[in-house]
C-alpha cells in the first residue's frame, strides 16, 4: 500500500506517510457563517469526508478538524444592514438580528447540509470565538520573536510583519512584491501594504458584544489568526494535512503558514485543496445569476444524487455544472441501486445485509483511491463491478452475484454513498413506504396468478405515477424510486 497526495506547497504527488505511525491529524477549513451554504462549501465536505473515508479504511485513526469562524467582518457587517423575515423581536415588529445569532442560525444550516449528504462529523468542530486565549498566545509569540507589531495609533490593530518572514509566499510561489495590499485591516498603522490583521481594535459603531480584551486594546481576532490557533490547540504545532478549497490558498492559508511557522510550529506536512464548481464552464457569480445552492439541488434529486454528483470528480479539478448534470448522476445511481435492490433478494431471500468489515474493495479500485484520491477511476470500477453483477444475474450465476454485491456495497460505503441511504432508511416514514409498496406488489402477483391483467396493471400504472419502478424478473418483482 503506498498513499499518494498532491501537497499544493511543493507543488507535487508525493508519497504519504502519517508523522505518528498508524494515526492521521487533519484539518479542513470549515464555513464562515455569514450565509447559507454554497455548492462549493459542500463540494469541499464531501471531498474531505471522502478522504476521511478512504484514510480508515487502510486502518488509520484519523482525527478531523474542522472549523467554524463565527467572528467576521461580514457576519457584523450581515447583522447590521440586513432584517431577516423569520427573526421576530418581542413586539412582533421584524428586527436587526445580533451578529451571534445569526451565526449560530447559519452554522445549524451548515449542519443541516453536511448531514443530509451524508458528511462524517469531524472529531472537533471549534468555534472562533472559544479561543480568544490561544490567539493572544500565539500574537504574543509572534511579538516577541520580531514578527507581528502593534499599529502606533492605539487604534488596537496588530499586524504580522510579511517582510519579517523569509518564507512568506512559499505556500502559493509568490514574491511579496508582487502580492496585493491585504485589505482585511485599516492600512494606516502597516509598515507594509501587504502586513495582514491578527488582531483588530474594537471600532466605533460594532457590536461591544464583538470585542474582547487583550493586552492591545479590546478587539477581536482577524481571520487568519483563528485557524492557526485552533489547529494548534487540537492536533499540535505540527499536523499532517490541512485543507480547503483552492480559493483559500491565497491569503488565508499562505497568512496561517506564515503565522505558525514564524511562531515556531512545524504547521502542516501536507497542503490539499479541492478544485471550484463552475457552470457552464463559467464561474458561478450572484451577480452573474449562474449560481445554484446545495437546497436548489436538492429540491431536484434525493441526497445521494447529490452527493454523487459533488463528489464523482477528483477532488482537485474543477466540477462543471449544467442542468442536466443531476439527471446524469440520478442515472447512474439508479443502475447502481437496481442491481443492489435485484442481488439482495438473490443473495439475502429471508433478509440480511452485507458484513462491510469482511469485505474488501476491488485492487483497482483501491488502486484509484492510494492515487490522489482518483475517484473517476475509482467509479469506473464501481460500476463495472455492478455491469459484471447484471450479467451473472441475467445468466444465473449466484456467486458471481454474490461476490459483486459484497464489492459494490463496500465501495458504496468507502465513497460515503451509503451513508445518506442509511440514514434515510432509518426514517420511519421510509420504512412505511416500503411496507405499502411490497403490500401492492403482493397484491400485483395474486392478481397475476388468476390472470387479472387488468387489475394486474392497474397497480403498475399508479405505482408508476408515484414514481416507483417495477420490474419483473425469474425471482418475481423488484422496485425502486425514481430519482427525479
Not at 491569503?251 to 490539499?272: I, K, V
Not at 450572484?286 to 441526497?303: C, D, F
Not at 452527493?307 to 447502481?336: C, F, H, K, T
Request: proline letters at 5%; glycine letters at 8%.
Amino acid at each position: 500500500m503506498t498513499l499518494r497526495f498532491y501537497d499544493t506547497a511543493s507543488a507535487q504527488v508525493r508519497e504519504f506517510q502519517p508523522l505518528e505511525p498508524g494515526k492521521v491529524s487533519l484539518y479542513y477549513c470549515g464555513a464562515t457563517v455569514q450565509g447559507l451554504p454554497h455548492v462549493g462549501h459542500v463540494r469541499s465536505a464531501i471531498a474531505f469526508d471522502q478522504l476521511t473515508r478512504w484514510l480508515r479504511y487502510r486502518g488509520f485513526e484519523v482525527t478531523v478538524v474542522r472549523n467554524v469562524t463565527d467572528i467576521d467582518d461580514k457576519i457584523l457587517a450581515k447583522s447590521a444592514e440586513s432584517f431577516e423575515d423569520d427573526f421576530v423581536a418581542d413586539g412582533g415588529r421584524p428586527a436587526k438580528e445580533p451578529w451571534w445569532a445569526l451565526a449560530y442560525r447559519y452554522e445549524q444550516a451548515f449542519r443541516t447540509a453536511y448531514e443530509t449528504l451524508g458528511v462524517s462529523a469531524p472529531s472537533y468542530e471549534p468555534r472562533a470565538t472559544g479561543h480568544i486565549p490561544e490567539m493572544h498566545a500565539l500574537i504574543a509569540r509572534l511579538i516577541d520573536r520580531g514578527h507581528a507589531y502593534a499599529a502606533p495609533d492605539g487604534s488596537g490593530d496588530v499586524y504580522f510583519d510579511v517582510r519579517s518572514w523569509p518564507e512568506y509566499g512559499s505556500l502559493t510561489h509568490q514574491r511579496i512584491d508582487d502580492m496585493q495590499a491585504a485589505t482585511d485591516a485599516d492600512p494606516r498603522g502597516k509598515r507594509d501594504p501587504r502586513d495582514f490583521a491578527l488582531w483588530k481594535g474594537h471600532k466605533a459603531g460594532d457590536p461591544e458584544t464583538a470585542a474582547w480584551d487583550s493586552p492591545w486594546g479590546r478587539g477581536r481576532p482577524g481571520w487568519h489568526l483563528e485557524c492557526s490557533a485552533m489547529v494548534t490547540k487540537y492536533l499540535g504545532p505540527r499536523f499532517d494535512i490541512h485543507g480547503g478549497g483552492l480559493d483559500l490558498r491565497f491569503p488565508h492559508h499562505e497568512n496561517e503558514l506564515a503565522q505558525s511557522t514564524a511562531a515556531g510550529d512545524g504547521f502542516a506536512n501536507f497542503w490539499m485543496h479541492n478544485g471550484m464548481v463552475t457552470y457552464r464552464g463559467e464561474k458561478m457569480s450572484k451577480s452573474i445569476g449562474n449560481t445554484v445552492s446545495p437546497m436548489e439541488m436538492l429540491s431536484q434529486a434525493s441526497p445521494r444524487v447529490v452527493r454523487y454528483y459533488l463528489g464523482q470528480a477528483q477532488y482537485r479539478s474543477v466540477l462543471d455544472y449544467n442542468p442536466g448534470s443531476l439527471a446524469e448522476a440520478a442515472s447512474a445511481v439508479e443502475r447502481i441501486d437496481g442491481f443492489v435492490a435485484k442481488a439482495t433478494k438473490i443473495v439475502y431471500p429471508t433478509g440480511g445485509t452485507v458484513q462491510l468489515e469482511r469485505v474488501k474493495v476491488p485492487n483497482d479500485f483501491a488502486e484509484a483511491m492510494d492515487d490522489d484520491l482518483n475517484i473517476p477511476k475509482a467509479l469506473a470500477s464501481l460500476h463495472a463491478t455492478v455491469r459484471r453483477g447484471n450479467s451473472a444475474l441475467a445468466e444465473g450465476n449466484r456467486e458471481v452475484v454474490k461476490d459483486s454485491l459484497f464489492d459494490v456495497a463496500r465501495m458504496l460505503d468507502v465513497l460515503g454513498i451509503d451513508a445518506v441511504r442509511n440514514a434515510d432508511s432509518a426514517r420511519p416514514e421510509d420504512k412505511t413506504l416500503k411496507a405499502l409498496i411490497r403490500a401492492q406488489l403482493e397484491a400485483r402477483a395474486a392478481a397475476r396468478a388468476a390472470k387479472d391483467w387488468a387489475a394486474s396493471d392497474a397497480i403498475r400504472d399508479a405505482l408508476t405515477g408515484a414514481g416507483v419502478i417495477v420490474e419483473d424478473g425469474p425471482q418475481g418483482a423488484s422496485w425502486s424510486l425514481r430519482q427525479d
